[in-house]
């Protein structure tokens, strides 16, 4: 018999052969039999002259540091939304079933890690291999789970955002799409061998007919997830282009977004160290793991934290009033005889006006904000209290997308109000 380097103590009453090779054969002198190791050698092959330490404490570290990272980015997002703009809405609850199951991509890894994974594969315990796979099928299932539904929680956010023209239909598709593959993911990972034990259990190879995915299912699961990575992040793209916006809000949309191609990376990272694992002879597989599920751990909470990102705004500016207040909004002029129109074409403010021009100013002086997509009409109530709450007047943007279409003619407006030269206006930045 042949054993590595995990072979049995020789029994009490033995002989000891030495060979050029460096294997030991021991010959029992009670029985007859005998066999052979090499203390060197496993399964896998020779042992490679390294001494790194084992990674194992790093992969638990890895995983709950980059969880509660992503808990609080959660937290702070139900606070602002709960007590800041007191709105809830089902984007919040995909985000929180997200970080549910990040939770179990961390219970996982960190179960990985405590029965052997992330150290040198000679000095593992091969009796835990089988339980180390049970982990990791579990831990692909609520990874691809959380990512889904972070995904899911980022498109409906889009929805109250970009809630028009082209780009509110390519939010649909994208939305079915993402659905649609969130269900293959599901099924896929479920059925990874038929019966399912055999993943883990290889030796029901030898008992019954076993069907496992093969491993191409598994490359193309990966691609479609990264796929729809770049197409959420770059889907606003067109439109955060054509904004002009101050400073300091510029800035922030542009770091937010940069955080998202961050995610994508991290994503394109992990990828290359899968294949890189899966390709490479696993002399020692078991260590070599640990850098993946480093990798697996950062893109899954990453990618919570920069969903929640985009929602902390309001209370950025209730801690921090001078960052992206009203200091940094632009006063635009616009005569008040146009800017009244109402949605139905009335003139009841125009009347208003010329009624009492004492109480006319050639200038608005409050404030008009030039946030993301002031020109946007949302139709939809629950988004429409997360504008107004944000400051943004949206009844008085649809009066000024709607000058064109109301009643009144350049005509009636002069022959009912005076107008005169606007003096000059100095624009605040």
């Known amino acids: 018999m042949t054993y590595g380097a995990a ?5 009490a009453n033995f002989t000891v052969i030495n060979d050029p090779d460096g294997n030991i ?22 042992i490679p002259n390294d001494t790194r330490r084992s990674l194992q404490p790093d992969i638990i570290v890895c995983a709950v540091i980059t969880w509660c990272i992503a808990v609080a980015f959660v937290a702070l997002r139900l606070y602002t939304r709960t007590k800041v703009k007191n709105i809830v809405g089902p984007t919040d609850g995909c985000i929180i079933l997200s970080v549910v199951c990040a939770a179990g991509v961390c219970a996982s890894q960190v179960e990985q890690a405590v029965r052997g994974s992330g150290q040198h594969s000679w000095k593992l315990d091969y009796m835990q291999i089988s339980p180390i796979t049970r982990a990791s099928w579990y831990g692909i299932l609520f990874y691809s789970l959380s990512l889904t539904l972070t995904k899911i929680s980022i498109l409906l956010l889009y929805r109250k955002i970009f809630n028009y023209g082209w780009i509110k ?3 649909k598709i994208v939305l079915v799409a993402v659905l649609i593959i969130g269900g293959w993911l599901l099924a896929s990972v479920s059925t990874a061998c038929v019966p399912l034990t055999a993943f883990w259990d290889w030796s029901l190879v030898w008992k019954e007919p076993v069907y496992c995915q093969p491993v191409n299912m598994w490359w193309a699961n990966q691609g479609l997830h990264l796929a729809t990575d770049f197409v959420i992040v770059l889907l606003p793209m067109p439109v955060i ?4 916006l101050p400073r300091k809000q510029k800035f922030a949309v542009i770091g937010v977004f940069a955080l998202g191609f961050f995610v994508c990376i991290v994503s394109v990272l992990r990828l290359v160290k899968l294949v890189q694992v899966e390709t490479t002879p696993p002399v020692d597989a078991s260590y070599q793991a ?8 950062v893109e ?4 919570i934290s920069c969903a929640c990102l985009m929602t902390l705004k309001p209370l950025v500016v209730k801690v921090f009033p001078r960052f992206l207040a009203p200091s940094s909004y632009i ?4 005569p008040p005889e146009v800017h009244q129109v109402t949605r139905q074409g009335s ?7 010329t009624s009492h021009p004492e109480q006319m100013s050639p200038v608005s002086n409050r404030p008009r904000r030039t946030g993301l997509l002031p020109w946007m009409e949302e139709t939809d109530d629950l988004a429409e209290e997360e504008l107004k709450t944000d400051g943004v007047d949206i009844e008085g943007q649809r009066d000024n997308t709607r000058t064109s279409e109301g009643t009144a003619t350049e005509s009636d407006c002069e022959k009912k109000v005076d107008l005169k030269p606007l003096p000059m206006v100095h624009t605040r930045s």
């Open 7 to 11: 072979s049995p103590s020789p029994p």
């Open 25 to 46: 054969t021991v010959i029992n002198n009670g029985d007859g039999t005998n066999y052979t190791y090499n203390p060197n050698v496993t399964i896998w092959g020779p």
């Open 169 to 171: 239909q390519a939010i």
């Open 241 to 244: 282009g054509t904004l002009t």
């Open 290 to 297: 640990a850098v993946l599920d480093f990798w697996t751990s």
């Open 300 to 303: 899954v909470n990453t990618a």
């Open 331 to 334: 006063r635009t002029p616009t």
């Open 347 to 353: 003139r009841q403010s125009l009347a208003r006006t």
